[in-house]
C-alpha cells in the first residue's frame, strides 16, 4: 500500500524560486549538470517526476529548447508555481500516477525528488518506470547524495535536529542557507545503494556526473561545470538506460 503523502511545502510553494534567486550560482551549476545527463543522447519524449516550481524545466525551455512532453508534482503548492511558468502538471506522486503518455525516452527525477518516495517503495516505483520506457530509453536521478559534505551536513541536522546555529556558518554558502523554510527528502541513500539497485531491475550502461565539488561554504562562489564521476560531488546525476 502506498504510503499517505505529507505535503511538506503546503502554503510555501516560493520556496525554491525565492532560493534559486538567493543562490544563482549553484542552481546554474545544477542546471548544467542536469542538461549534460539528459543529452548523453537525444532525451526525446522526456516525463519530469517531481518537477517542484518547474524551475530548471523552464530553463531547460527557454535556453536549450529541451522541452517536458508532462509533469508530475505532489505538492499543490509546488505544482501551482509551476503551472503558473506554462508548464502541464499533473498532481500525483510518482507511485500513484498513472503514466498516460508512456512510453518515453526519459524519465528525470530532478533536485533528490525521488528521496522522497519510501524505501519499501521505490524499487516498485523504478520498476514500473523502467517497464514505461521505450527500449534503450534512459532513467535520469539527480541527487545530494548522503556521502557528500553537504548530504552528511544535512542530513545530521535533520535527523538530531541540531540547533541553527551549529550549522548556519556551514549552510550560508549553499542552496540551504534557508533551512527552517526548505523542506529536504527523509530517505538518503549513497549513490552505490542506488546503482545497486538500478542494476537489480534490469537497468543498465549506468553513468554518472558531478558538480559543486567545493565544501559547504563555498558552494555558491562561482559556476561549475560537470565531470564524469561521482567520489566528489555534492550534486550528482545518474544515467541509467533500459
Do not use: C
Request: no cysteine.
Amino acid at each position: 500500500m502506498t504510503a499517505q503523502f505529507i505535503d511538506r511545502y503546503q502554503g510555501n510553494g516560493r520556496v525554491l524560486d525565492d532560493t534559486w534567486h538567493a543562490r544563482e550560482n549553484i542552481y546554474e551549476s545544477r542546471l548544467r549538470l542536469l542538461h549534460r545527463a539528459l543529452t548523453t543522447e537525444d532525451p526525446g519524449k522526456i516525463l519530469s517526476i517531481g518537477i517542484g516550481s518547474g524551475i530548471f524545466e523552464t530553463l531547460l525551455r527557454d535556453r536549450y529548447g529541451i522541452e517536458v512532453a508532462e509533469a508530475v508534482e505532489p505538492s499543490a503548492s509546488l505544482g501551482a508555481e509551476a503551472r503558473g511558468k506554462g508548464i502541464n502538471v499533473v498532481q500525483s506522486t510518482a507511485q500513484d500516477y498513472n503514466y498516460p503518455g508512456a512510453p518515453y525516452d526519459t524519465i528525470v527525477y530532478n533536485g533528490s525528488s525521488f528521496g522522497f518516495i519510501p524505501d519499501d517503495e521505490i524499487e516498485a516505483t523504478f520498476t514500473r518506470n523502467r517497464d514505461v520506457l521505450a527500449e534503450g530509453g534512459r532513467l535520469v536521478l539527480t541527487d545530494v547524495p548522503r556521502e557528500s559534505a553537504l548530504g552528511t551536513v544535512l542530513r545530521l541536522a535533520q535527523k538530531y535536529d541540531i540547533a541553527r546555529e551549529d550549522v548556519d556558518d556551514l549552510l550560508v554558502g549553499t542552496s540551504f542557507f534557508n533551512l527552517d523554510t526548505h523542506a529536504y527528502k527523509p530517505n538518503w541513500h549513497q549513490i552505490a545503494w542506488y546503482a545497486k539497485l538500478l542494476e537489480g531491475i534490469g537497468f543498465h550502461n549506468l553513468q554518472y556526473f558531478q558538480t559543486v565539488l567545493g565544501n559547504p561554504p563555498y558552494q555558491n562562489d562561482r559556476v561549475e561545470d560537470p565531470i564524469e564521476g561521482h567520489e566528489a560531488g555534492n550534486y550528482v546525476a545518474i544515467v541509467a538506460q533500459r
